[in-house]
């Protein structure tokens, strides 16, 4: 941790192959209020240990992100897991996110990055699976998001859909 708070990549590296979910888990939990250093971390565990991060460890960054208001950051992440073609990503991504969000001290607008990427990326059908779980545990999307939705769904040929939502 000391490596990383005066970053010390070098020494780092000696390291990077002991790294386990927890530990990382650990480090992220530890710099949660420093995004920019959050930021390096992902990418320094990225570049060394390419399959160490997890749905745990996503969800956990991007409660970090959405909580110091990087929504960008958060989405540029989220676009990365959601074009994995999991199929069942969606549900395991959403439950990832629930079972962080007291964890890491959350901000509600993660589950609207969540739902907001999905309509970007035209993925209707995950997009309004999110929004009912999103319902369920009492969270709503934003008007933007709400918007983005609206207009992936018309793109789509799907207006009454989309009428049935709005």
């Given at each position: 941790y000391s490596f990383l708070i005066h970053s010390e990549w070098d020494k780092l590296d000696t390291l990077s192959n002991k790294l386990t979910v927890f530990r990382i888990k650990h480090i992220l939990l530890k710099i949660l209020k420093?995004?920019?250093?959050?930021?390096?971390?992902?990418k320094w565990v990225v570049l060394k240990q390419p399959n160490a991060h997890t749905l745990?460890?996503?969800?956990?960054?991007?409660?970090i992100l959405?909580?110091?208001?990087k929504f960008r950051c958060a989405e540029s992440i989220l676009e990365g897991i959601v074009e994995s073609r999991d199929v069942n990503l969606p549900s395991r991504l959403f439950e990832a996110i629930v079972y962080s969000?007291?964890?890491?001290?959350?901000?509600p607008h993660v589950f609207n990055s969540l739902f907001k990427t999905y309509a970007h990326l035209k993925r209707c059908r995950n997009a309004t699976d999110t929004f009912f779980l999103m319902k369920d545990?009492?969270?709503?999307?934003?008007?933007?998001?709400?918007?983005?939705y609206l207009s992936s769904l018309l793109s789509l040929n799907q207006a009454d859909i989309a009428l049935a939502f709005y």
């Open positions: 420093d995004s920019v250093l959050l930021d390096d971390f992902y745990e460890t996503h969800s956990v960054i991007l409660h959405s909580r110091n208001r969000y007291r964890e890491a001290d959350s901000f545990y009492g969270f709503l999307p934003t008007i933007e998001s709400c918007n983005v």
